[in-house]
């Protein structure tokens, strides 16, 4: 009889569910990407689509593991409040009551899934530690320093801890509201993006400016010398209220028009690359302080903060690149991978099994199951009647500066499309780059696609580390490769590398190498399969409205081809409507 444990994210936002069977993954979803939509609470279509992946139901399970402790995150805030109701009555009662409004929503989420689970079974465990957990026990380490960040969890912003063998020991925690992640988001809005949604828009301006204001963020956030983080509350409005929270003191400090509308291009520049570089050099000196402090040199980090794949990137630089590691899904919603790996490991005391090798872990479709769908909508398509003929159709589609969507296994679970549900185009297609932005994804012009590349191939053109398997940090072009068009190059001839192992994904592996063999390089662009401001796909439905809603030249999914314009024809396959068609 295996033991199942569900691991549940907090459910404030990113919610999402994930599966473990005797040590081992088998399921994990974000609720967001079966939603279509931003959702929170519990994840219940998360969790039915883990069980559906396992084929079992809720007596199938042994133990339910949530990454969040709500009473603890109440009473944690609530002195926080206090402390600060003397500076900002009316503020501190509209946060506590809107506070309270949140606890109410999680002990019933709480409640209802006591009554869906058997009593006893639900386990409650810190927000951080569940963060900790989902970069240590995911890590190649038996041993490492553990660094988690974020706006707030359980009341917390940061912890330190040590991870050793099956166990994790807390060092330091940082409580809200000193916090880089929410400083950050202070940055996003000021600079003219959406906080909580656009972090990743200020990240990649970061580079086209200058560090003008390093020092005074560094100043806000050293208030008492040491190298935890901690707010200087005079660069911030009483009570930390309302949206924009600076005070006069930081628009003196920094010479900036209090009016955010008038801030120029190069000023909002210079906020983003301040921001970076400030967080960079806050962490790499609470990460040295511990180190010497430990003896440790082997670092994870974990939290919301570090889906910066800059910001890995630089800690990489400061830190020793073979020494860093960050789980594929850093975010909220790892913290579901986590929290199941706290039961299993805290709670049963089992012993480290290896960690996951891949991130595929969502829905999978069965081909009849594809093959309805496309039929249900009168969608014309080809069949190769092999895997041969159908790569082949798909290079030459690329090859003739066709963008292909590409759906093929289980979905990806994290932030990133990893080849499973991407968008893939040929770095050197005419117009290729304007033709992913204005009809596709429809974004900013300094946001990069990434560059996928075999493992066996990556050294041939590029250095980057081992977080580029998870796109989590960036590259550099190496100085005597020549192959890649300037227009896909980063400030200091960096780019967004994506790594492919064969073992991992043995199909888009394959691709690359049969591209490679008639382009320049093996490497395609690789962007994530979904419409402008919605969540990656998961299902063959959400390909297809995604295909058709969109600049897309082709889908691919599963064995099947679809294209809006004849696919060049070097392998005989006929063009067919809703059937099996073979060549």
């Known amino acids: 009889m295996c033991m199942r444990i569900l691991g549940l994210s907090s459910f404030k936002h990113d919610t ?115 963060h900790a957990a989902s970069a240590f026990f995911l890590s190649p380490w038996d041993r490492a320093l553990i660094v988690t960040m974020d706006e707030d969890g359980d009341g917390n912003s940061a912890t330190v801890s040590v991870g050793e063998g099956n166990r994790i020991r807390v060092l330091q925690t940082v409580p809200f509201p000193h916090s880089l992640a929410w400083v950050y988001s202070q940055i996003t809005d000021l600079a003219g993006f959406r906080p909580h949604l656009e972090e990743h828009k200020a990240q990649w301006l970061s580079l086209e400016g200058q560090p003008l204001f390093k020092n005074v963020l560094l100043q806000m956030f050293r208030s008492r010398g040491d190298a935890l983080p901690r707010l200087d509350y005079s660069f911030f409005n009483r009570g930390l209220a309302r949206q924009l929270s600076f005070s006069p003191k930081f628009y003196r400090s920094t010479g900036l028009p209090t009016d955010p509308s008038q801030l120029s291009e190069d000023q909002r520049k210079a906020l983003a690359s301040s921001m970076q570089e400030a967080c960079a050099e806050v962490i790499t000196s609470v990460v040295e302080t511990h180190r010497r402090r430990e003896g440790i040199q082997e670092v994870c ?109 289980a979905a990806e679970f994290g932030p990133r499309a990893l080849g499973n549900r991407s968008v893939f185009a040929s770095p050197w297609a005419l117009f290729v780059k304007e033709n992913l932005n204005d009809f596709i994804k429809h974004r900013e012009w300094f946001r990069p696609f990434a560059i996928s590349v ?13 977080q580029c398997r998870y796109m989590n940090s960036v590259g550099r072009v190496r100085p005597e490769s020549h192959c890649l068009p300037d227009s896909f190059l980063l400030p200091g001839q960096q780019v967004r590398l994506h790594v492919v192992e064969k073992r991992s994904n043995p199909l888009f592996w394959a691709l690359l190498k049969r591209f490679g063999e008639q382009a320049p390089a093996p490497m395609l662009l690789n962007t994530s399969f979904n419409l402008f401001g919605e969540p990656l796909v998961v299902t063959p439905r959400d390909a297809m409205r995604s295909y058709f809603a969109s600049g897309l030249d082709a889908l691919v999914i599963d064995k099947f081809i679809l294209s809006k314009a004849p696919i060049p024809n070097s392998n005989g396959v006929r063009v067919g409507n809703r059937g099996t068609v073979v060549a």
Not at 118 to 126: A, L, P, S
Not at 454 to 461: I, V
């Open 16 to 130: 999402a569910a994930a599966l473990l069977e005797d040590g081992v993954f088998k399921a994990a979803i974000e609720n967001d990407k079966l939603a279509r939509a931003r959702t929170r609470n519990l994840p219940e279509m998360a969790i039915h689509s883990c069980f559906e992946t396992v084929d079992t139901d809720w007596k199938g399970v042994d133990l339910v593991a949530v990454a969040t402790q709500p009473l603890r995150s109440w009473s944690r805030k609530s002195w926080l409040r206090a402390k600060l109701s003397p500076l900002a009555p009316i503020a501190s009662t509209y946060y506590g009551a809107n506070e309270i409004g949140v606890l109410a929503r999680e002990l019933n989420d709480l409640r209802v899934l006591r009554r869906y689970a058997r009593q006893g079974k639900v386990i409650e465990f810190d927000h951080h530690l569940s």
């Open 301 to 409: 980090f974990a939290g919301g903060l570090f889906q910066n794949v800059l910001l890995v990137a630089a800690l990489e630089r400061n830190l020793g690149t073979k020494q860093v590691f960050v789980p594929p899904a850093p975010g909220n919603a790892g913290t579901s991978l986590g929290a199941a790996c706290l039961a299993w490991h805290h709670v049963l005391q089992k012993p480290r099994t290896e960690a996951v090798p891949h991130v595929y872990l969502g829905p999978k479709f069965k081909r009849q199951e594809i093959k309805d769908a496309l039929d249900n909508s009168k969608n014309r398509y080809t069949l190769p009647n092999t895997e041969e003929r159908q790569m082949e159709s798909t290079v030459q589609l690329l090859l003739a500066g066709k963008i292909v969507g590409w759906f093929q296994g």
């Open 454 to 466: 075999p493992e066996e191939d990556c050294e041939r053109y590029f250095e980057g580390s081992l």
